[in-house]
């Protein structure tokens, strides 16, 4: 399993059991983040988190899997489709984004983990979503690239618990700048609001 870096390199089965993990670990860190047990299921608790740590950590691979050529080939060839980025890294907001000629978009409902000011979400993690949603984008409109700068207006707090959408429209390609806007909207309000330049790379 160390050698496999990309999503579509990955059985099916596999995949579906690497995504159900993560998801029951995000579930995890949201029970920790919120726990108020007392010290003593807390201390039982690292325990047995701890144990599985170390049972995942003797097959782990150098890196966590993510989008490759051929997962994008299929997308690019299409004027419209999908594509789950990041599903089996616990760590990151899972997406599923869907892609139509210049344009994505990507819906998501934030919890507690994710709050920044009382009962909104943190601006990292906008700044996070729209930088995933805009860079697939430009991977599967445009090239290979990486983000050269992402400014991102805050219009007004975006609620936790409601569905959110994020989507993103690509501009003119001008060298090997590619620009690309984007929002995240909650309730049909305008929240966060977007403007990014990409920078065409080789890989
Ligand atoms: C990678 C493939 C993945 C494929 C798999 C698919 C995965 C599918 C899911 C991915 C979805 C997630 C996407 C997340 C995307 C990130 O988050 S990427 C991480 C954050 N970004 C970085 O780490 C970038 C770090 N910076 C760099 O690597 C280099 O500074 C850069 C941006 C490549 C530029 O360096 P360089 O190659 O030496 O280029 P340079 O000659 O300086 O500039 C080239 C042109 O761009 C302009 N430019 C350069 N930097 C900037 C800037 N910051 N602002 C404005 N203009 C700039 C220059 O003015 C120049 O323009 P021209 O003179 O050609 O007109």
């Keep these: ?19 159900s993990l993560a998801q029951a670990t995000r579930e995890l860190v949201e029970a920790v983040a919120l726990s108020d047990a007392d010290a003593t299921v807390l201390d039982e608790a690292r325990s047995e988190v701890a144990a599985l740590t170390e049972r995942l950590r003797a097959t782990a691979r150098p890196h966590a899997l993510r989008p490759g050529p051929a997962d994008l080939a299929a997308l690019r060839a299409a004027d419209a489709g999908s594509i789950v980025v990041r599903p089996t890294n616990p760590g990151a907001v899972p997406l599923e984004i869907s892609v139509r ?24 993690t906008s700044a996070s979503l729209l930088d995933s949603v805009l860079g697939t984008l430009v991977q599967v409109r445009g090239t290979p690239a990486v983000t050269g700068t992402l400014t991102v207006r805050y219009r007004r707090r975006v609620p936790l618990g409601v ?28 929240c966060v609001e977007a403007e990014a330049l990409f920078v065409a790379v080789e890989r």
């Design 1 to 19: 399993m160390t050698d496999r870096t990309h999503l579509g390199d990955v059985p099916p089965d596999w995949l579906a059991a690497s995504t």
């Design 101 to 124: 000629a210049d344009t994505a978009e990507a819906t998501w409902t934030a919890g507690p983990v994710h709050e920044g000011p009382p009962g909104s979400l943190h601006g990292g």
């Design 163 to 190: 569905p959110l959408t994020v989507s993103a429209a690509l501009g003119e390609r001008d060298g090997r700048r590619l620009p690309v806007t984007g929002r995240i909207e909650a309730g049909g309000e305008v």
